[in-house]
Structure formats: C-alpha cells, structure tokens
C-alpha cells in the first residue's frame, strides 16, 4: 500500500504540525468552512489562482488530497458541508452572521429547531422550556469562550480587556513568558499574571445554564438558588460595654440554625427555620462572627474546631502558615500550634517550636480515621491561592481527610499535615459544573517520602459515595451529639417559604440577569466592566465612584520646591484591590454585554408571548441594558429599605455620626499642598 502523506493544519502557536516550522502569514491558507490556517508548502494540493485561494477549503472539510478518502461518503456529511458552502456564499450575510450561522450548523442547533416545529407541535410548555434552555446555554456558549481553548470556560478568569480564559489556559499562557492577552495583545498586570481571580458571575451564569439544561432534559431536579442580598444574615454588633471598638470584642448575633455546635456534615433546609434552604455552597459572610451565626464553623479565632476524643467538624483555610497547599477540589492543611502565643499575643507568624497529635491537630486525626465529613471555610487572607474568596468567608462544602503525618516545615520546625479532599454532593464554587463531587484517586504528595508518624484510614468511611443514590450519604450514623441544639425563634417561617417560592418561579433568563447585576447600583449592568480582582460593575457607576479623584498626588515643600508625585491608591468598591492603573483605560466587556443584550431581547420577547407586559414604552425603557427588567419589585425593594433600617436600628455599633465619617473617609481625597499639611 502506498504511504499516505499526512495533512496537518498549523497548532495554536503558529507552527506547522508538518514541517514544524512556524511559516509567516503570507505562507498560510486560512479554510473558509472551519478557518483553520494551513501552511501552504505543506499540502497536497496547492490553490492554482488567487479567486480559488479566496475560497481554500482544508483537506478536512473537502477531503482533497487525503488518498484513500477524497470525499466524505455519509450523505449526512455530503448535506453538512453543502448547507456550509451555501452559508458562504450568501452575499446578503455579515462576516459576524455567517459564523453564526456556521456554528449553528455544526453544533446541531439548526436542525435540532426544524426538528421541533416539525415534531413538537401540540407540546406546548414543556417543549417551550426546553427550547429556552438550550437557547441561553447556546447564548452563553456563542458569547463566552475561553481565548486559549476556544471552548466554555472552566473556572474562568476575566482579564482587564474584557476577554475570559479557563483558569489552567491562563495559567498555561503566563507559564510560557506572555504577559498580553492572546487576542486582543492588550498588557497583562502582573499582580494578576502572579495571582488570578476567578470571575464568580460567569461562574453561577454558566452553571445555571447547564442546570436548566438538565433539568429540561430529564435529570435531576436539582434546583439552584442564588443567594440575594435580602436573604443575608444580620451582622455582629459591638456593644456599648466594649472598651475598644472593632470586631474583636464585638458581640455575636443570634445563631439562625438549629444544629449542635458539634454538629457534621452539611446544614439541611430543616435546620434553617429562617429560609428552609440550608446553608449553600458559595454562600458567603464578611466575618468570622457572621459565619459562627449560621453555624458553619463556631470557633472565632481558631482554624479547627472539634475535639480530640470526638473528632473535627469543620476548619477556617486562612493561609496563617507557608506550607498550605490549595489546590481547590484538594489541598493539604498545616494543623495549629508551634507558635508562642502567651500574654497579650493574639497572633505571631513566627514558629517558635514543633506540632503533635493533640488537641484540634489530634481531632482532624480523628475525622481521618473515622471518614467524618469535614465544612471548609475559605478566607480572603489566604493571599496565595486562587481560590480564595476576594472578600470576607466563603463556605466551599465538605471535604474529608484522607491522611496525615508530620514533615520539617519551611520555618525548622516540624508541623502537623493533613490532606482533604472534596466530597460534596453540590458543584464548587469556582466550577460550572451541574453536578457535585465523585470519588476519585488520590493525589500524590512527594512530601510523604520524608513524612514521619504516617496515618491513613483503614476502615470503610462514615461519609462516603453510594453508587445507588449517586451521592454522598452517611454509610454509618454519625456520632452522638455532645451539645445542645440552639434554640431558633420560627416566627418569620411564612414569609420565607414565600419569597423560596417566587424565586423559584422565575425564568432562567430573569435569574441571569438578576446575576449580571452590578455591585453598585445593584442594577442590570450597562456597558459592564470586569476589574482585575474579578468583581462586575457598570462603566458610569464605576466612573461616578471615583470622581474628583486623582490618580497622582502633587506635593510641594514648604518653600515652594516641587516633590515627585505620589501615586494615589484607589481601591475597588467591593474589596481592598489596588486598581488605579486599571481606572486609566478602562475597557468595556463586549462579551458580557453581548450576553446581556441578547437576555434582556429574549425576555422582552417571552413576556409578549405571556401577555405579561403592561404599556410598549415600558417595556422597551426596561429592555435596554441596565434597566428595570430584571430588578427587584417596588414591594421587594422597600422591603429590603425597611429591613436594612430594622438591622441598623437593632445593631449598635455605629451611631449616624460615626458612620458619615467612615464613608467621608472612603470617598474624600484630599490634595496635599505641602511636605505634611493638608488643604
């Protein structure tokens, strides 16, 4: 049999997969039906004139040139790539429209719609739904696509042009020595080449889609509930007997759950008595006194909590020690002590002498003998994971430690290890995933060849995956409570189930849009900008916040010499992030605002479907981006008015007076005359 000579295009790099030679542009052929470039001293069959270059199609749409299959023989094939050539050749078509309607085409969406109106007729909601399902997930496939991979992102990252990358594509491109962005060439910052942040609105977006997907599709009825701003705890307040103020001696509010302080595993919808959801996974808190309210972890200082002869049930990550390891679905832990913390000490960062088994280290040991299930808090000092929290504490679900030992840490000192992997039955927080964990193996750990004291499970886990049921469950009861249930007043049970039932009642486009909000005006987002710490805002919101401010603060000395200006340092409204290099270009999200775009016309549309609309100057007012269309009610918002008055008035902590300081603090920059005087 003759050799058959192979047809590779060009790699992502630039380099032929042929010759390995990276030809300039005026070397290659870009196919008209996939655009995928070709070295043209590497094909079979060269383009004779200019017009049949114009109109290059790759050995792999046409099949020119490959011996053995110079056409493709499935009729369905033949019909594909002729409704493709048509496509091209509609003059009447945009560039933007005919890779639309190209994509379209190969992911099966046209004909899965002819196959609808043909089918479905007489199917009424059930197939309506459907429809709308497989729409915005095709939506956000169209508009949001990782940069590298060209696919859905996955844990995506948005960088300050407004293009997304999956987490490890990004990873792998600033890995290579690039600091511009692959499509657009616009500068990388390096603090976010150092440290990424991954784009939580794209997250629960994404995960939405496929959700709804699912469930159309015959899956589990898995319901997915956003966590609102009206739905949040009250705060920790400071009381009028605190000699200092600050959260260190503020007092904590009252505890929302009805579970044991020794409580394992997730907190249930019939332990919430105030929302009958439970405790979500992603669902967040500003301080460790709000994340001891709703029970997740009660200790407001320690890192572990639990008892040596009982067992740990959950652990704050903080990044208080340099051997952590956070690798998301897995990390290992270094246990407490080491560290001299007598008299006045509340923190020291230097460790003074080794960890042992004992204590909160002892009962970690305990939960990995017995396979307990284990609540993992993320904190936003954790500076040198990726999957930190950029504000306050994050509960990220449950984990269960496999093994431990004990190794020389970086300080001299040996300290404690222990390695948890996830095991929840709900997605993370940094996936988009519409599913939760599964087993898998575990990882390896080049530390164990010098580990000492060595511990692993022998025994069946109390908390493990029931291949019937297709989730985790307690395979063995979990141990006894040695606490006592806190008490939760049920007077506001009602209202909640009410306000779990109308959320439930609204469209995935409406949730979408309720998640495109910006952090500001709490409004649909108009010309939506992503800052580098990955938090959303409008472009005029994120102007307004910073008006009158000055990037560069001119000093003079007393005797009128000019001083080098200094830099002035301007935070994002929602966390601590320098972003004043940033605010000099800022850069629309074209691919957020697409997005938004096309939900705001689909909604407009399903509501004169549902004869829903009151006046078309309403309506339209409230299709344009960044209007009412997905806001909250006027009765929801004075509701929210009224309890945020309630929780200002219960709280004392701040008096009026004090709080307009805090704020003239936050927005007032004042321009510096002198060398220490201020104007």
Known sequence: ???????????????????????????????????????????????????????????????????????????????????????????????????????????????????????????????????????????????????????????????????????KCFEKWIKQGKRTCIKCRGGIPNKMAAQPRINSTLVAAIRMARLSRSITSGGAPTVYRFLHNQDRPDKAFISERAQKAGMANASSGRVFVTVPRDHFGPIAAENDPERNQGVLVGESWENRMEVRQWGVHYPPIAGIQGKAHYGSTSIVISGGYEDDEDHGEWFIYTGCGGRDLSGNKRTSKEQSFDQKFKEQNQALRVSCYKGYPVRVVRSEKDKRSPYAPEKGYRYDGIYRVEQCWIKDGIQGFKVCRFLLVRCDNDPAPWTSDE???????????????????????????????????????????????????????????????????????????????????????????????????????????????????????????????????????????????????????????????????????????????RGEEGSSSKENDDSLPGGDAADLSNEEAEAENESTLKRKSCSPSLSDEQENIEISKKRKVEPICEENTKC
């Not at 005797?559 to 929602?574: H, I």
Request: aromatic share 6%.
């Open 1 to 167: 049999m003759a050799q058959v000579s192979p047809q590779l295009p060009v790699d992502a790099d630039g380099v032929c997969m042929v010759c390995k030679v990276n030809p300039p542009e005026e070397a290659t052929l870009t196919c008209v039906s996939c655009a995928t470039p070709w070295h043209v001293g590497c094909l079979s069959v060269i383009p004779d004139s200019m017009a049949s270059a114009l109109k290059f199609e790759c050995p792999d749409c046409s099949g020119d040139g490959i011996a053995g299959g110079a056409a493709p023989t499935d009729p369905a094939k033949r019909d594909l790539f002729a409704r493709i050539r048509e496509i091209e050749a509609d003059g009447s078509l945009s560039e933007k429209e005919k890779a639309m309607k190209r994509q379209q085409l190969l992911s099966g969406k046209v004909e899965s719609d002819d196959d609808d109106d043909e089918d479905g007729k007489g199917k009424g909601v059930a197939g309506k739904e459907k429809g709308e399902s497989n729409d915005i997930l095709g939506v956000l496939g169209s508009s949001f696509k990782c940069s590298y991979c060209m696919e859905l992102p996955e844990r995506p990252v948005t960088t300050p042009c407004g293009h997304n990358f999956c987490l």
């Open 435 to 609: 599913h939760g964990d599964r087993p898998r193996p575990l990882p390896v750990v080049p530390e164990l060849k010098n580990a000492i004291e060595f511990s692993e499970r022998k025994e069946s886990p109390s908390w493990d995956y029931d291949e019937v049921e297709c989730c985790w469950i307690w395979k063995k009861p979990p141990p006894a409570s040695e606490e006592d249930v806190v008490y939760v007043n049920p007077e506001d049970r009602a209202e909640a189930k009410k306000k779990i039932r109308k959320a439930q009642s609204i469209s995935v486009r409406e949730k979408l849009l309720q998640a495109f909000c910006c952090l500001i005006c709490k409004k649909v987002m108009n010309l939506p900008i992503t800052t580098p710490c990955g938090h959303n805002f409008c472009k005029p919101c994120l102007e307004n916040a910073f008006d009158g401010q000055t990037f560069l603060k001119e000093r003079v000395c007393w005797n009128g010499r000019k001083l080098r200006s200094q830099k002035n340092v301007l935070k994002c409204p929602s966390c601590p992030t320098d972003i004043s290099e940033f605010l000099q270009n800022l850069q629309v999200n074209h691919e957020l605002m697409e997005v938004i775009e096309k939900l705001q016309a689909g909604l407009a549309e399903e509501k004169k479907e």
